[in-house]
């Protein structure tokens, strides 16, 4: 009689050939034999995920990362199923469960990014600025290029208060992408808050120099000119500014701590994300199988 080991080893080789039903039908022998076996769990959530059973998938990936919680590969691929059925913040969770596991995990880091993304952008139109502010900061710190996150990050800081914050943030936005006249007034206006006129109007030159028929930019740099005393300097810029600006009495005063609107945040609206493809064949699962704060944060 084959043992468990043996029994899984020819499940396997029918899986990997593509004879899904005997596959299935050994697999779940051995689960009859031995109920929550984590190799025969994992290989049966993924033959079923693969065969567009997704729900069912996920109670067997489930069940093998209860009876091995310190295999990466069990978290990974449950994060797929987890992200395939809508669950973003559990399929986040799997993953950081992965990389705890594995820090250098390369799929993990990948596939946990967007999925922190799409968290932040939904606490972000909520309203739920603090919690969006930490996930931006979760995001920056696995794709640090990121121009939407860093521009959505600094929204979240300005609404917060966190107006130095807010002004790092907008500024290298601006760095990342230099045609953002959006990012360079953030920043501007941030900056004027903060009392940092010289610097405000540092940030706007680049913007002009870029587009000199923005208005706005010209009435704001109009405003920071006249604050430092420098008339000539004001009236020159309010000229430019022309018909299109309304006056203003300070460029971000009445909008210091108060939510952003995040339609106006991002730089553009934030496209659906593709959801990534379900697990491999368990040929290219490593290995096949073994020897013998917030949803995110959760313990795993």
Request: hydrophobic content about 45%.
């Amino acid at each position: 009689m084959a043992t468990v080991s043996e029994a899984l080893s020819i499940a396997l080789d029918h899986h990997i050939a593509g004879r899904v039903a005997e596959a299935e039908t050994l697999y779940g022998r051995i689960l009859e034999a031995v109920p929550g076996h984590p190799d025969a769990s994992h290989l049966m959530g993924l033959l079923l995920a693969q065969t567009g059973r997704v729900a069912a998938a996920l109670p067997h990936l489930d069940a093998a990362v209860t009876g091995d919680p310190a295999s990466p590969t069990y978290h990974l691929n449950r994060g797929k199923v987890q992200d395939a059925l809508g669950q973003t913040a559990a399929a986040a969770a799997s993953w950081l469960a992965t990389l705890r596991r594995q820090p250098d995990h390369g799929e993990a880091a990948e596939r946990l990014a967007p999925a922190l993304r799409v968290l932040a952008e939904t606490a972000f139109d909520s309203g739920a600025l603090a919690s969006a502010a930490a996930l931006y900061e979760r995001v920056l710190a696995l794709d640090p290029q990121n121009l939407s996150a860093t521009f959505d990050a600094a929204m979240a800081a300005k609404g917060l208060g966190r107006l130095q914050e807010a002004a790092w943030l907008a500024g290298l936005s601006a760095r990342l992408d230099p045609a953002l006249l959006r990012a360079r007034m953030a920043e501007a206006e941030a900056r004027q808050v903060l009392g940092q006129t010289e610097r405000a109007i540092a940030a706007l030159r680049p913007a002009l120099a870029l587009d000199p028929a923005q208005g706005g930019c010209w009435a704001s740099l109009c405003l920071l000119h006249n604050e430092l005393g420098r008339g000539g300097a004001a009236v020159t810029a309010g000229r430019r500014a022309g018909p299109a600006a309304p006056p203003r009495t300070r460029v971000l005063g009445p909008l210091a701590g108060a939510p952003p609107n995040a339609q106006e945040a991002r730089p553009a609206p934030a496209a659906a994300r593709r959801r990534p493809p379900l697990p491999p064949p368990p040929n290219g699962v490593d290995p096949p199988f073994g020897a013998a704060r917030q949803a995110v944060d959760a313990p795993g």
